[in-house]
T-cell receptor, first 114, second 114 residues
Framework: ETGVTQTPRHLVMGMTNKKSLKCEQH?????MYWYKQSAKKPLELMFV???????ENNSVPSRFSPECPNSSHLFLHLHTLQPEDSALYLC?????????????FGPGTRLTVT | QKEVEQNSGPLSVPEGAIASLNCTYS??????FFWYRQYSGKSPELIMF????GDKEDGRFTAQLNKASQYVSLLIRDSQPSDSATYLC??????????????FGQGTILTVHP
């Protein structure tokens, strides 16, 4: 247990569905991240929030919409996804987003888009 | 050119041997370097971080950093079958749009055989 939890752990959704991924950290950190991990590809940074403010959107399609209501919670809202969006979605947190602090990952949500 | 490059392996070593994992990076100004271990189907787990040139030891693990050569490595002494996993190198960007962003390599698959 790293102190970062994610729900659901597995999700199957159709291309017309709307769903949300949830992440919660119990570490007292101020930065939270969404990453995408596809087979045979490096971890891809999607979004960064630092003190609840979005500081990074790594050219992510608008069908992915993040939300950070406070420093402990992070959501990723999904709508009209494509099959190529099937992947492991990882949430992480760190003390701040300065890059000097290690990031701790949640267990991930395995997403399958049918 | 990939920003963070690792040999994908697989690297196979016998139990008790030293496993040497290598990583090169392109951003000369990078200051923070991390090694993560990822078991199949699991999320990345932080093993070590290093900021200064030289060696940093933690139990059976030693991280080595050479900023002049833009090279970071991880040595695992007395390798055990439980060390079999994918090892991810991650580097923090130095400036511009990369500042504070953690960029991951593709990972090296390590197999320790009894």
């Amino acid at each position: 247990e790293t102190g970062v939890t994610q729900t659901p752990r597995h999700l199957v959704m159709g291309m017309t569905n709307k769903k949300s991924l949830k992440c919660e950290q119990h570490l007292g950190h101020n930065a939270m991240y969404w990453y995408k991990q596809s087979a045979k590809k490096p971890l891809e940074l999607m979004f960064v929030y630092n003190f609840k403010e979005q500081t990074e959107n790594n050219s992510v399609p608008s069908r992915f919409s993040p939300e950070c209501p406070n420093s402990s919670h992070l959501f990723l809202h999904l709508h009209t996804l494509q099959p190529e969006d099937s992947a492991l979605y990882l949430c992480a947190s760190s003390q701040t987003a300065s890059g000097d602090y290690e990031q701790y990952f949640g267990p991930g949500t395995r997403l399958t888009v049918t | 050119q990939k920003e963070v490059e690792q040999n994908s392996g697989p690297l196979s070593v016998p139990e008790g041997a030293i496993a040497s994992l290598n990583c090169t990076y392109s951003d000369r100004g990078s200051q923070s370097f991390f090694w993560y271990r990822q078991y199949s189907g699991k999320s990345p787990e932080l093993i070590m971080f290093i900021y200064s040139n030289g060696d940093k030891e933690d139990g059976r693990f030693t991280a080595q950093l050479n900023k002049a050569s833009q090279y970071v490595s991880l040595l695992i002494r007395d390798s055990q079958p439980s060390d079999s996993a994918t090892y991810l190198c991650a580097v923090t960007g130095a400036g511009g749009t990369s500042y504070g962003k953690l960029t991951f390599g593709q990972g090296t698959i390590l197999t320790v055989h009894p």
